[in-house]
Structures are given as C-alpha cells and as structure tokens.
C-alpha cells in the first residue's frame, strides 16, 4: 500500500512540476567580452513574455537582477566543477548554500540545479563520465539538507547523442551502449527524485555535419520522404529525436519520466546553413509546434524547453563550428535580429532598452595601403586571433566583401573590442579610424557597448602584431584568394 501511494505521490510531483514550468524559456550565457547588463536582459526577458530562463553559471550580478522578476531560473554547474562536487559532500553543501540557498532567500525563483553540460558529449572522450553521477547525487543530498529538494530539482543537461537507434526508427531507441548502465543509473536517480530528464536537440546540427540531410525534415512543415515507423509518420527531425529518448525511456522502464528541452534553436552567422532566413523558420516553426500542445507522437502534451540562446556570444570556443558565435535570437547588444512570435501578447521580439554605445566611429585598412604589404596576413592574424571574425567565410552574412573590406572587418572586430583604443587601430600603421560606416547591406562593422555600461568587459592587449597563432576560422589567404 505505501509503495502505490509512493508511486502516486511521484505522478503527482512529475505532473506538478509540467504545470509549474509551461510556457517558452531561453538560455542566457555570458561568454562576451561586453555582456549586456543584467537588469537590462532581465527586463527584455520580461518584455519577451520569458516565463524561465536557464543559467550556465551563478554569477551573482545575474541572480541579483532575477529577484522578484517572476522569472523561474535553472542555475548551470560548469563541468569543471563536478570532480570536486564528485568527491565531497560538504563541497556540495558550500555550492548549494552559495548559489541556491542565498538567492533562494533573496528572492530568486531556482526551479533547478543542472549538473553540468552535456557531460557525456562524445567529443569529451570521457572525461565527466566518473564525476557526472556522484556529484548529482551530492548536490542532490545537499539540497535535502538545506531543505529545498522540494521547490529545487536535480538534472542533467545531456546531448542527444546519449540515445541513438539500431534501426534508425525512434521506437528503435535506446541509450548509448558505452553508457547505457550509466545512464540507467542516473534516469533511475531522477526518477526516485522526481526530477526531469533535460536533453538539448539540434536539427542545425544534423544538417552541419551531414550536407546530404535532407533540409525540409529539419523544419517543421513537412518532409518530401518523412520517417515512417509502424503506424507513425514522422516530418520532422524533432519529433523524431525526441521519441527516440522516449523509446529509449520506456525501453528501459521509466516511460513516465518528465523531460525538458534544455537547448533548441538555429544559429545566424558562420557556415551556409546558418542564416536569418533558417533561423527563422526554424524558431518559429518550433514554437508553432509546442504553442499547440499537441506534443510529439510517443508524448503528447505540453513541450517545456528553452530556446538557444538569447544572445549572441563573441567569446565562445568555436572548436565546434564558427557559427557558436551566432546562436542568439538577439544581436550582441540585445536587438532583435528578425521577426519571431513566442506565443506571449507580443507578435515579434522586443528589443533590449537602454543600451549605451561607444562613437560611431570604426577602425579600417588605410585605401593607401597595399595589399601586397607582408604585414597584412599576420596583422589580420592577430586581429582575428583576439576580437571575432565569426562573420567572415563563404556564404556567411560578410561573405560579400572584397579583400580590402576583409582586412578591415578583422581590424575594426579588434578596435571594438578594446573599446576603441587608439593604440588598437595601428596594426603597423596599415589601419586608420573612420566615421563613415563602412556596412554593406549584408554585413555590420559593429560598433561595440559601451564599456561602462557592460557587465564584465576585460581589457585586451592593444600592442603586439604577431605571436598570436588563429585558428579555426578560414584563412586570410584564402580570404583574399576568394575576394580577388
């Protein structure tokens, strides 16, 4: 008798916590060198009809802004903190009293606690998958202890690729098999705890690494040859995925298991398929799907998810692809970058308010230089190597501009970025600062936030050309090739 009414009374959490947590939310990261101040996203947040947010750290600044806001926070655990989570309770303990118990007192709604970030990612090579598991049972233990199990859950943010299918049919799936233990043992501890399962999907990321993806299945309004499994039709790739993890959840035994979409979206900038257009019809598309509640075919009803991600981050690795710069729905400095209705009372976004800017002023190649000088390749180089130059590549939003317009977007991404330091618009005294706006339709030479009013801004070195290898973008050679 006790255990059926253990069981109801966990139906009972799962389906409370579904209610508490519906509407649209979005993950607000913070690798910028000049983050938009937090009371300024907070209220943008708000103006967005944003009823949750989801945080990769707990940076203080951020928690303060979230008091009272009505906002539901999901507070992140970066994976380098998990070793020392992983092996020691009263570590956990000091973790949750830092960044849950005092903002909790302080005001902020913390629904969860996500133990790191895509830990089991296959590109890690291993390296959380001793740590992962012990340090959410410890935070776990830490919140009982400080009495907030309750209000605060437990989770873990994983990478669709923890599940995969034999056959290549959702119903097919089931966890990964170099985890697969593992991975029971941890959908057993969420499920005991009722917490959720959060997984982050992304079709954009299907269609990068496989240029023969088919386009139409990553959207959302229909597929030339949808996935048919026995009596169900699938049209597109979420739905699909998504019933894979459910699958892989009832193949398994937890078939009632909640689950939150941790991160979804489409970036705008850095490869071909990243463009406004795609991002767009992506966004939108998938809030058309959720806003009707009709779920997917292994789990209808609501979809609780986050998009990915509010705004654009200058500072993130672009190990992945150079469009992890570009995954925002908002620009750098919180400005709309296309039309997209949430589902709230506005039909499009509502830009950031109160952003101060620096001069209007913008750093160039001089027209009396040459091209054929031999300082330009490492002086673009470094430019690069230190500021963004995310935007510049074939098919991407500067892929118009010539050799000249090249050289100039890498000197003005680093002038930028040093808040228009004089001395970081010389570069061998091959760059001059200009107060025409050298734009194209296309592509904006930005100017940056003012750095009084950005969160963190960290000063870069202004001196030096050379001994700063870049990597990861294409090369200035083949830049100038292109453009010639």
């Known amino acids: 008798m006790m255990g059926l009414f253990s069981e109801v009374l966990k139906v009972l959490c799962i389906l409370c916590l579904m209610k508490c947590v519906s509407g649209i939310g979005a993950n607000w990261g913070t690798q910028a060198s000049h983050p ?14 944003f009823q949750k947010v989801k945080l990769f750290d707990a940076e203080d600044d951020i928690m303060d802004a979230l008091r009272k806001s009505g906002i539901q926070v999901m507070v992140g655990i970066p ?5 020392g989570l992983a092996s020691s309770e009263k570590t956990a303990e000091n973790w949750v009293s830092t960044n849950v118990s005092k903002h909790v007192d302080g005001g902020v709604d913390i629904r969860y606690v996500a133990v790191g970030n895509e830990p089991f990612l296959q590109t890690f090579n291993g390296s959380y998958l001793q740590t992962t598991f012990p340090a959410l049972q410890n935070i776990q233990a830490a919140l009982i202890k400080a009495g907030l199990s309750n209000q605060v859950k437990v989770t873990v943010p994983l990478n669709a690729d923890v599940y995969e299918s034999s056959s290549g049919l959702p119903s097919d799936g089931d966890f990964r098999s170099n985890i697969h233990d593992l991975m029971l043992s941890i959908v057993k501890f969420l499920n005991d705890n009722a917490a959720p399962f959060t997984v982050n999907i992304y079709p954009f990321i299907s269609l990068y690494d496989d240029p023969n993806f088919p386009l139409d299945y990553a959207f959302f309004q229909g597929a030339a040859s949808p996935v048919i499994d026995g009596s169900i039709t699938y049209n597109n790739v979420f739905d699909a995925n998504h ?3 459910v699958a892989a959840l009832r193949k398994n035994g937890f078939g009632n298991l909640s689950i939150i979409i941790g991160e979804i979206g489409w970036p705008t900038d850095g490869d071909m398929n990243a463009n406004l257009q795609y991002a767009r019809q992506f966004n939108q598309g998938f809030m058309n799907h959720i806003s009707s509640n009709q779920g997917t075919p292994l789990r209808p009803g609501p979809v609780d998810a986050y998009l990915f991600s509010l705004i654009d981050e200058d500072e993130k690795s672009i190990q992945p692809g150079n469009f992890e710069r570009h995954w925002g729905i908002f620009y750098y400095d ?6 997209l209705s949430l589902g709230s009372t506005n039909s499009t976004l509502v830009g950031a308010k109160g952003v101060k800017y620096q001069d209007k002023k913008w750093c160039v190649f001089k027209p009396t230089a040459s091209l054929d000088d031999p300082k330009v390749a490492p002086s673009v180089s470094y430019a690069c190597g230190n500021a963004d130059c995310t935007s510049l590549g074939y098919k991407t939003s500067c892929g118009d501009l010539d050799a000249r317009g090249n050289i100039s977007y890498a000197f003005n991404s680093y002038f930028q970025e040093n808040d228009q330091d004089s001395r970081a618009c010389d570069f061998s005294h091959l760059a001059t600062v200009t107060t025409e706006d050298p734009s194209t339709p296309t592509c904006k030479f930005i100017i940056m936030i003012d750095a009084d009013s950005a969160a963190s801004w960290r000063l870069r070195p202004v001196e030096g050309g050379s001994g700063v290898a870049y990597l990861g973008l ?9 453009a010639l």
């Open 79 to 83: 994976n380098d903190l998990l070793a």
């Open 474 to 482: 294409i090369s200035f050679l083949t830049l100038l090739l292109v």
């Open 334 to 339: 919180g400005m709309p970058k296309y039309q």
């Open 243 to 245: 019933d894979t993890l």
């Open 36 to 49: 938009l101040p937090p009371d300024i996203v907070v209220q943008m947040l708000k103006d967005n009809g």
